[in-house]
């Protein structure tokens, strides 16, 4: 029982369900998230000249001889600064508030407006979320079914613990779950124009 109402959890946190408690400072209070960092940390090599850059979460295997070095031919694709990453982080904490704010209130449109296009199509589409496990028949009914069943079981938002830049359009939010980091990211946000939106694990690879 303990463990299917953990999965119960995080498959709501799948819909939005995260908290978004910041600082003064409009940052988390939970992790790397808390200072404004990603998973993008500092190497020794930017004592070298790249001060201005952080990479993407590379973590070297010692073990196995490897260093995480990025190749040159996908640095470009990788890289982001210092004041990119604290912009994006801002604008997708601010995306779930929003996401929030939408299942207290029921606004449905602003919701939908917070998804990318594919996590619409897919979630309005009857079999796949028959395939998800979810009663849904379509996304306005996928909507409700997430506010009913947050409100029958009581599920409280969940904390974040950081949020990783897998690509600079592409980030992965982590959450606190029985006060460890759960493994696996519950949630995926997609860059499309200046804009980061609620998307699926598969997009933006």
């Known amino acids: 029982m303990r463990y299917a109402a953990i999965f119960l959890i995080l498959a709501l946190a799948l819909g939005g369900c995260v908290s978004?408690?910041?600082?003064?400072?409009?940052?988390?209070?939970?992790?790397?998230?808390?200072?404004g960092k990603s998973v993008n940390k500092k190497?020794?090599?930017?004592?070298?000249?790249?001060?201005?850059?952080?990479?993407?979460a590379v973590e070297p295997d010692v073990s196995?001889?490897?260093t995480g070095a990025i190749p040159e031919s996908s640095k470009e694709e990788t890289l982001l600064t210092r004041v990119e990453v604290q912009k994006y982080t801002e604008s997708i904490l601010n995306v779930i508030e929003s996401l929030e704010a939408c299942y207290a209130s029921g606004d449905y449109e602003r919701w939908k407006s917070l998804l990318t296009p594919l996590y619409r199509e897919k979630h309005d589409d009857a079999a796949y979320l028959r395939a998800?496990?979810?009663?849904?028949?379509?996304?306005?009914?996928?909507?409700?079914?997430?506010?009913?069943?947050r409100k029958q079981g009581n599920v409280?938002?969940?904390?974040?613990?950081?949020?990783?830049?897998e690509k600079p359009w592409k980030a992965?939010?982590?959450v606190i779950l029985e006060e460890?980091?759960?493994?696996e990211p519950q949630h995926?946000?997609?860059?499309?124009?200046?804009?980061?939106?609620?998307?699926?694990?598969e997009e933006g690879d």
């Open 43 to 56: 190497r020794e090599n930017e004592k070298s000249g790249n001060e201005g850059s952080l990479p993407r």
């Open 64 to 66: 196995s001889g490897e």
């Open 156 to 165: 409280t938002a969940l904390k974040i613990s950081r949020i990783e830049f």
């Open 20 to 35: 978004t408690k910041r600082s003064r400072l409009g940052e988390p209070q939970a992790g790397d998230a808390k200072s």
């Open 132 to 149: 998800q496990g979810w009663t849904a028949t379509g996304l306005y009914s996928f909507f409700k079914l997430l506010i009913a069943t």
């Open 188 to 201: 995926t946000f997609i860059k499309i124009g200046n804009s980061w939106l609620k998307g699926l694990p």
């Open 180 to 183: 460890k980091e759960f493994p």
């Open 172 to 174: 992965l939010v982590f």
